[in-house]
């Protein structure tokens, strides 16, 4: 395990984020300043403007919503934060637990493997297991990693892969035979059994019957309702009645 004292000590100062921003913003746990991600695809010589100077801000235990077409940028967004992607410019400013206010965008690779353990929890539109891993531990890795005892982290994978209704007869398979719902039910809880206090969802109901979207709206509230702040891409308005704080359209990589 990283010892946190050793990141805390070694790089924060390239990722600290600067400290005259006063209290307004301590209510904050996520600001993003003018973020802007292009892409240069060197086989046709172009630059692609994925996201153009986005600004919003995520107040502690608050849901965003984000819609907007295909190709919008949306994921970009949410991809610049969880630092799949390194923004091309623009600051997303978070408060850490461990680190205080960190720019994700300069943070040091310790300091994001750090936060992705620990504090920041992203489903993506797409499963991403370690070869060899069947289902149910790929939920216990998560509890495994932070320190959870193996017994433990057992039983709360179970009742997390039971809530999201994924049938026990696939919890010893590896998941890359699984359909797309079952992918995503995975996904979604090897990320919520950490109750993370920063959570990215993108299209977190997108292959699922009304059934099991009910299931994950309720896991979303209660989740919200013990303080995790998210930030959630939807296609299904109708979904996000009651759920989101505020909802920002986005279009052509830009807040409308
Ligand atoms: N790794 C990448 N390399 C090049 N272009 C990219 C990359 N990632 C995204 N883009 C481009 O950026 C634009 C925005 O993509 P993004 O995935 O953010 O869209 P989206 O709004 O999430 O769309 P969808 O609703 O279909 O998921 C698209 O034109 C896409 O082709
Ligand atoms: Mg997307």
Not at 193 to 218: F, G, H, I, Q, W
Request: charged share 25%; hydrophobic share 40%.
């Amino acid at each position: 395990m990283i010892n946190i004292l050793d990141i805390k000590n070694s790089r924060i100062s390239a990722g600290a984020a600067d400290k005259h921003d006063g209290d307004v913003q301590n209510k904050n746990i996520l600001e993003i300043r003018n973020l802007t991600k292009n892409f240069y695809l060197h086989n046709v010589g172009r630059e692609i403007k994925s996201c153009s100077n986005v600004k919003f801000s995520l107040e502690k235990g608050q849901f965003i919503g984000i819609v907007g077409l295909s190709g919008a940028g949306k994921s970009t967004i949410l991809k610049c934060i969880n630092r799949t992607y390194l923004a091309t410019s623009g600051e997303i400013i978070y408060d850490s637990e461990a680190f205080g206010r960190v720019d994700l965008t300069k943070a040091s690779e310790r300091q994001i493997l750090y936060m992705r353990k620990y504090e920041i929890g992203y489903v993506s539109q797409f499963l991403n297991v370690m070869p060899r891993t069947t289902a149910k531990e790929h939920v216990m890795n998560a509890l495994l990693d932070i320190g959870c005892s193996s017994a433990e982290a057992s039983k709360k994978a179970a009742e997390m892969l039971n809530y999201f209704r994924l049938s026990e007869s696939l919890w010893d398979i590896y998941p890359n035979t699984f359909s797309g719902g079952e992918r995503l039910r995975l996904n979604l809880a090897h990320t919520m059994v950490k109750k993370p206090r920063l959570m990215l969802l993108d299209e977190p109901t997108a292959s699922l019957d009304n059934k099991t979207k009910v299931l994950v709206k309720d896991m979303l509230i209660k989740l919200k309702n013990q303080d995790t702040s998210m930030i959630g891409i939807f296609h299904d308005l109708e979904f996000m009645d009651g759920l989101c704080d505020k909802v920002y359209n986005i279009s052509e990589g830009k807040i409308v």
